[in-house]
T-cell receptor
Framework: GQQVMQIPQYQHVQEGEDFTTYCNSS?????IQWYKQRPGGHPVFLIQ?????EVKKQKRLTFQFGEAKKNSSLHITATQTTDVGTYFC?????????????FGQGTTLQVKP | DTAVSQTPKYLVTQMGNDKSIKCEQN?????MYWYKQDSKKFLKIMFS???????INETVPNRFSPKSPDKAHLNLHINSLELGDSAVYFC??????????????FGPGTRLTVL
């Protein structure tokens, strides 16, 4: 079945270092969504990428969608302690009209002050 | 105003008991979901309802029974609780199941601990 893989599973960085998480889908996606879950919190939608090769920025966060629309990345420049949490990518299931999202396993980011 | 709310936030119970979790959304969305998040943070879809109709029913033990009395509410009843049911259960909603570009809005989660 359709799968979304995310690496790394965990990343520990020193505050001020950069961080990147990678997401790969087994199938071409119509779009990819990114969510952030703070410790003890719930997933919160960050952004959606739709176009092949699309790049979007939110302050220190840069999101990319691959040319083949099968992979994506989230890069954080100069991490801060507020960036701590688990970052999930998610893509819709094939041609389903159920709204089902396939989530990656998540990358948990720890930032040492 | 809380967009997606769940009760209770914490639930500690004994094996074999029956318990329910309730979810409500005030976003006017048509679609609601139940997810289970295990200790490794993996988010697994369990069920989804669109306008009170069940549209996603993943491989979940039939001890789990969702109910949607109206499109703003989705409840989850669990019979004969087992240790492996311990997890965080998230309710979520989205505008329309038929639109793959809709983002999902998650509730605060219910942490279920089965002793």
């Amino acid at each position: 079945g359709q799968q979304v893989m995310q690496i790394p599973q965990y990343q520990h960085v020193q505050e001020g270092e950069d961080f990147t998480t990678y997401c790969n889908s087994s199938t071409t996606l119509s779009n990819i969504q990114w969510y952030k879950q703070r410790p003890g919190g719930h997933p919160v939608f960050l952004i959606q990428l739709v176009k092949s090769g699309e790049v979007k920025k939110q302050k220190r966060l840069t999101f990319q969608f691959g040319e083949a629309k099968k992979n994506s990345s989230l890069h954080i420049t100069a991490t801060q302690t507020t960036d701590v949490g688990t970052y999930f990518c998610a893509g819709p299931l094939g041609s389903s009209n159920t709204g089902k999202l396939i989530f990656g396993q998540g990358t948990t980011l720890q930032v040492k002050p | 105003d809380t967009a997606v709310s769940q009760t209770p936030k914490y639930l500690v119970t004994q094996m074999g008991n029956d318990k329910s979790i309730k979810c409500e959304q005030n976003l006017g969305h048509d679609t609601m979901y139940w997810y289970k998040q295990d200790s490794k943070k993996f988010l697994k879809i369990m069920f989804s309802y669109n306008n009170k109709e069940l549209i996603i029913n993943e491989t979940v033990p039939n001890r789990f029974s969702p109910k949607s009395p109206d499109k703003a509410h989705l409840n989850l009843h669990i019979n004969s609780l087992e240790l492996g049911d311990s997890a965080v259960y998230f309710c979520a909603s989205s505008q329309d199941a038929g639109d793959p570009y809709n983002e999902q809005f998650f509730g605060p989660g219910t942490r279920l601990t089965v002793l």
